[in-house]
């Protein structure tokens, strides 16, 4: 006869999500997970596998329900420097006030300790990178079709340059950064890519 659970697995993922992003999943052990889900050692390893296996997991939780929407969001705002502004502005915001205040990004901190990590856990962290990027991409090339660009930016180096001003906005904000220094530095940087007429 077949094993039938008698939980939620989604519903699991999603308490041990918000467990390895508030405490960090290097630092958080099996016994904390088993605590926070309830769940036997077990009945962990026998849905999710191993620890590394529930890790990637995790994070692919967290790219599809945190990350995907906000950057299909940017995708599909057409104002060019204005909708990448406002991105920061929000994840400024989401990063030192509210209920994930200074909890920075799941993906971003596992960044931080992913040395060694198994192939699966840098896959993810390559889709979200990809992800953020390509959303970037095709919010400058808005605003490049509205003249909004200094001419001779190249669109892939200054996306690449946006997604990392991202993880740093991240992991400052993590650390304790206030917001408008955050945001100083997020307005420096796009300064740097617009004709003098789109500065603020």
Not at 56 to 80: I, K, M
Not at 91 to 107: D, P, Y
Request: proline content about 3%; charged content about 25%; aromatic content about 6%.
């Amino acid at each position: 006869m077949p094993d039938v659970k008698h939980f939620d697995p989604d519903a699991v993922l999603d308490r041990v999500v918000r467990l390895f992003w508030q405490r960090g999943a290097e630092t958080t052990g099996i016994a904390e997970v088993v605590a926070a889900t309830g769940l036997s050692r077990s009945s962990l390893y026998a849905t999710f596998g191993g620890k590394g296996q529930l890790q990637a997991a995790v994070l692919r939780r967290y790219l599809e329900r945190q990350s995907r929407p906000v950057f299909e969001a940017l995708t599909g705002d057409a104002r060019g420097v204005t909708a990448i502004a406002a991105f920061f502005e929000r994840l400024v915001a989401a990063r030192c006030s509210g209920e994930h205040a200074r909890w920075g990004c799941l993906v971003t901190n596992t960044h931080a300790t992913a040395g060694g990590r198994s192939a699966e856990i840098r896959q993810v962290l390559d889709d979200h990178h990809d992800a953020l990027r390509a959303a970037m991409r095709a919010a400058l090339e808005a605003a490049r079709a509205d003249g909004q660009l200094r001419p001779g930016l190249d669109l892939e180096a200054a996306a690449e340059a946006l997604t990392l001003q991202a993880y740093a906005v991240n992991l400052r904000s993590r650390a304790g950064a206030e917001a408008p220094v955050l945001l100083a530095a997020v307005h420096a940087v796009l300064d740097g890519f617009t004709t003098p007429e789109e500065r603020r």
